[in-house]
C-alpha cells in the first residue's frame, strides 16, 4: 500500500479494470488486517469473559458504503455515535445542519485520531 505513495506513476498507467481490481484487492487487504488485529484482541476478550463487538462484515458483501464503517469496524460505529454523535446532537435543535454539525465532529475525531495527515482527508 505505501508503495503506491512512492511510485504513483504505476497507479496512472493502469486501465480502468485494472485500477478498480487494485482498489477491490487494497480494501480486502484492509479487511484482512481488521479481521487479524480484531480478531485476536476479541478472542483474548472473549476469554476473560468480556463482551467484544462482532467480527468485521466482509465489505465484498457491502453495497452501501453508509455501511461501511457501520459493519467493518463496529466497536469505533457505536464509540462516535455514543460519545460523540448523540451528544451533539443533543445540544442543537434537530435540523440538517445539526447532523451536519455532528458528522463534521465525528469526522474531526477520527481525523486528529488518525495523526491529522493530508491522507485522512482524501
Not at 18 to 24: D, K, P
Not at 62 to 68: A, G, Q, V
Not at 90 to 108: D, G, H
Request: charged letters at 10%.
Amino acid at each position: 500500500q505505501q508503495s503506491l505513495i512512492f511510485h504513483p506513476n504505476v497507479v496512472n498507467s493502469l486501465n480502468l479494470w485494472a485500477l478498480c481490481g487494485l482498489v477491490y484487492f487494497l480494501a480486502q487487504f484492509f479487511q484482512l488486517k481488521y479481521v487479524v488485529m480484531y480478531g485476536w484482541s476479541s478472542f483474548l476478550a472473549h476469554m476473560d469473559n468480556v463482551e467484544a463487538p462482532p467480527h468485521p462484515k466482509c465489505i465484498g458483501r457491502i453495497h452501501l458504503y453508509s455501511d461501511m464503517w457501520r459493519h467493518l469496524d463496529n466497536g469505533l460505529y457505536l464509540f462516535l455515535q455514543q460519545y460523540i454523535y448523540l451528544p451533539v446532537m443533543a445540544c442543537l435543535p434537530t435540523t440538517l445542519l445539526a447532523r451536519l454539525c455532528a458528522s463534521a465532529v465525528c469526522f474531526s475525531f477520527v481525523c486528529v485520531w488518525h495523526g491529522m495527515i493530508d491522507r485522512v482527508l482524501i
